[in-house]
C-alpha cells in the first residue's frame, strides 16, 4: 500500500501542471466525485441532525455535493507541495472560503436562492461565509493534503489507466448530465423555496 501511494504521488508531482496526463486526470476526477460524495453524505447527516428531520442536501438530484470535491481538488493541485499543516491549514481556509463565496453567490444569482446560511453566526458576511466554517475548511485542507487525496491516488492508481480513465469518464458524464437535469429542474421551479442550513 505505501509503495502504491508514494508511486501515485510521485507519478502526479512529475506531471507538468499544462501537460498533465489522461491517467493523471482521471486520478483526480475519481478523487472529486469520491469527495464530493462524501460532502453529500456529511452534509446530510449533520443537517438532518440539526433539524431533527431527514434533509436532502445539494444541488443535484445525485447524492453528491461537488463544492467539496472541486475544493478538495483545488487545495491538493494548489498546496499539495506545502510541507507545512499550518500553511496548508491558512491557505486551504482562504482558499476554500473564495470558493465557498462565490459558488453561493453564483447560485443566489442565478438561481436566487440560497444552500446555505451562515446568518446569524459570528462575524458571517452576507450569510455566505463565516470564520468557523472557513476554519473548518482549513481543517479539511490538512486532511485532504496529508490523508485523504494521498490515499484516494493510491487507490485508484492500483486500478491501472484503462478502468481509471472509463470510470472517470463515466462520472464525469454523470456529473454533466445531473447538473444540466438540476438548472432545468431549478429554472422550472421558478421562485422555488429558499433552503436555509440552520446550524
Not at 10 to 24: N, R, T, Y
Not at 114 to 128: I, K, M, Q, S, V
Request: hydrophobic share 50%; aromatic share 12%; with cysteine.
Amino acid at each position: 500500500m505505501v509503495e502504491r501511494l508514494i508511486a501515485a504521488c510521485a507519478a502526479l508531482a512529475a506531471m507538468p501542471g499544462h501537460s498533465i496526463s489522461p491517467f493523471g486526470l482521471s486520478l483526480l476526477v475519481l478523487s472529486m466525485a469520491t469527495i464530493s460524495v462524501g460532502g453529500w453524505v456529511w452534509e446530510t447527516i449533520y443537517c438532518s441532525i440539526v433539524e431533527r428531520r431527514p434533509v436532502r442536501r445539494g444541488f443535484l438530484f445525485g447524492p453528491a455535493c461537488p463544492i467539496y470535491g472541486t475544493g478538495a481538488i483545488a487545495v491538493y493541485v494548489l498546496l499539495g507541495h506545502l510541507k507545512s499543516p499550518v500553511a496548508v491549514f491558512v491557505a486551504g481556509a482562504l482558499l476554500a472560503t473564495v470558493i465557498e463565496y462565490s459558488t453561493g453567490r453564483v447560485l443566489e444569482e442565478r438561481f436566487g436562492k440560497r444552500w446555505w446560511d451562515y446568518t446569524g453566526w459570528p462575524l458571517n458576511y452576507r450569510g455566505l461565509i463565516c470564520p468557523i466554517a472557513s476554519a473548518v475548511f482549513g481543517v479539511f485542507s490538512v486532511l485532504v493534503v496529508f490523508v485523504i487525496e494521498p490515499q484516494l491516488l493510491a487507490y485508484f492508481s492500483s486500478w491501472g489507466e484503462p478502468a481509471c480513465e472509463a470510470a472517470a469518464a463515466a462520472c464525469a458524464l454523470t456529473f454533466v448530465a445531473d447538473a444540466s437535469l438540476s438548472v432545468i429542474a431549478q429554472d422550472a421551479d421558478g421562485k422555488g423555496r429558499r433552503i436555509a442550513l440552520r446550524r
